[in-house]
């Protein structure tokens, strides 16, 4: 089966929803439209972005008047946040009451930041809450505003995703033109690059220096864009803001899991039956649960990509014995991140997937560090010799040892996600590597399944 990716994403995720629909569900996932969802609730995808009128007839106004929000309702807000114990979304996992309350005691003029690039190529969960719930999403930045008293939101996306960037300007001109009591909101364009969604990046590029990601001395939410408390937070978590005021701190705990409060998009891609379809996972479910009833497999995958590009690998079968939820998979070493969910096809060489995503990681570099610059492409290199048989076991072990030697070496986190890819592979598939150094490849493919880059044309062959 062999199906080209559209421009229009959700034209897509029509099909795939009407292709799911007649499959059983348990009530922790839930697709958009459907009564159980949380973020992903309203109207179904195919009626586009939710108008305002329909929004606010569905959840009603937020509390009070943000532009204007009192002493009293700025120590509210912090406290319901403080209260429920939300995560950030964005793959740091990092308590957004604290960026908050860091902001708040900075004093000055905060900025809010809607982060909405969504650098990794397979996610699509950011972007489906850009274009069908836009208000959600700004919701939540208006109260994030209030509880910091930011007197401007800035809404960072790239202008080449056109239905993500035309969808949160015509919601930004109807909430301008209804005069709804919130700060300031501008749409800024997003730096184009992978690391550009990386918090000091998105500083960097509001402040015209390009989208370059930096290790800063004190974070941004005490002193960000140019010199002010800069709450950053990706759309996911801002969605979830515009929830959590409305509906309070027990009601968001009711979903999730006492280590992460709250419900979680996921993306499946890889070799699901319908890669790119974004779900709300509203409690831990089974990993094989969760690939039978909406990735539509008949059995466990040979392995998983958790948590994006950066993210790790994990045999098939621990997998699908594991519940899926974002506290348990930190607790166990294995971040969620942005919430990629990736089946391994099983005629697919997990060495050549692998190689595929560590030398587009590496093309991806910010070009500020020997580690991004030279350390990367060099692990790439020696990756393709071992896929190839091009050397011997020692050649696996020089690869360890390369890979090692970067770690925590970066002006920024990205060589070391790239090297907890590379690891996880040497590790979950160390006897194909054996097999191929010794003249006994596997013969899998490097391109089967849905793993998108975009540099190359995104095509399904699951």
């Known amino acids: 089966m062999s199906a080209t990716v559209t421009s229009d994403e959700h034209q897509v995720q029509r099909g795939w929803s009407e ?3 007649a499959r ?23 009626t ?44 740091g996992e990092f308590p957004v009451a604290r960026k908050l309350e860091t902001a708040a005691r900075a004093g000055g003029s905060p ?22 719930r836009p208000h959600l999403v700004l919701d939540g930045a208006s109260f994030a505003a209030a509880a910091v008293g930011a007197t401007e939101i800035v809404v960072y996306v790239e202008p080449q995703r056109l239905r993500s960037w035309h969808a949160v300007r015509h919601a930004i001109e109807v909430r301008q033109r209804a005069r709804l009591p919130e700060p300031p909101i501008r749409l800024a364009a997003g730096a184009g690059r992978y690391v550009s969604g990386e918090t000091s990046a998105v500083v960097s590029a509001l402040e015209m220096r390009g989208g370059l990601p930096s290790r800063r001395p004190q974070p941004v939410a005490a002193s960000g864009v140019g010199g002010r408390p800069t709450v950053v937070n990706n759309v996911e978590t801002l969605a979830h803001l515009g929830l959590l005021s409305r509906f ?7 979903a999730g899991s006492p280590g992460s409060p709250g419900s979680t998009l996921l993306t499946l891609a890889g070799g699901v039956g319908v890669p790119g379809l974004v779900v709300e996972l509203l409690a831990p479910v089974g990993g094989g649960h969760l690939l039978a009833e909406v990735g539509g497999l008949e059995q466990a995958p040979p392995a998983v990509l958790v948590g994006g ?15 899926v939820d ?11 991140g942005c919430g990629v969910i990736a089946t391994l096809p099983p005629r697919a060489c997990g060495l050549a997937t692998t190689l595929r995503l560590l030398a587009w990681l590496a093309d991806e570099s910010a070009g500020q560090c020997g580690p991004c610059m030279y350390g990367l492409p060099a692990l790439a290199v020696e990756l393709e010799a071992v896929v190839n048989g091009d050397v011997s076991r020692r050649g696996i072990l020089r690869l360890h040892r390369r890979a090692i030697s970067i770690v925590g070496q970066g002006a920024c986190g990205h060589p070391d996600g790239a090297v907890a890819l590379l690891e996880s592979a040497l590790d979950v ?3 194909d590597a054996m097999n191929h150094v010794r003249g006994r490849p596997c013969r899998g493919s490097g391109e089967l399944g849905w793993f998108p880059v975009p540099a190359e044309p995104l095509v399904l062959t699951p």
């Open 19 to 21: 292709l799911i629909s």
């Open 24 to 46: 059983p569900r348990s009530a922790p996932v839930a697709l958009v439209g459907e009564p159980s969802a949380r973020l992903l609730s309203g109207p179904p995808a195919e």
């Open 48 to 91: 586009g972005s939710e108008p305002l009128s329909e929004h606010l007839a569905r959840l009603g106004p937020l509390p009070f008047a943000t532009a204007s929000s009192s002493t009293l309702e700025r120590s509210w807000a912090l406290d319901l946040v403080r209260q429920s114990g939300l995560l950030g979304r964005g793959g």
């Open 111 to 132: 900025v809010v930041v809607v982060n909405g690039s969504e650098g990794e190529p397979a996610s699509r969960k950011d972007r489906t809450l850009l274009e069908l």
């Open 248 to 254: 309070g701190a027990e009601w968001f705990r009711q």
């Open 309 to 323: 590009y950066a993210g790790k690998w994990i045999p098939g079968p621990p997998f699908c014995a594991s519940q």
């Open 326 to 336: 974002r506290g348990l998979f930190s607790a166990s070493g294995v971040g969620l």
């Open 429 to 431: 598939f160390s006897t």
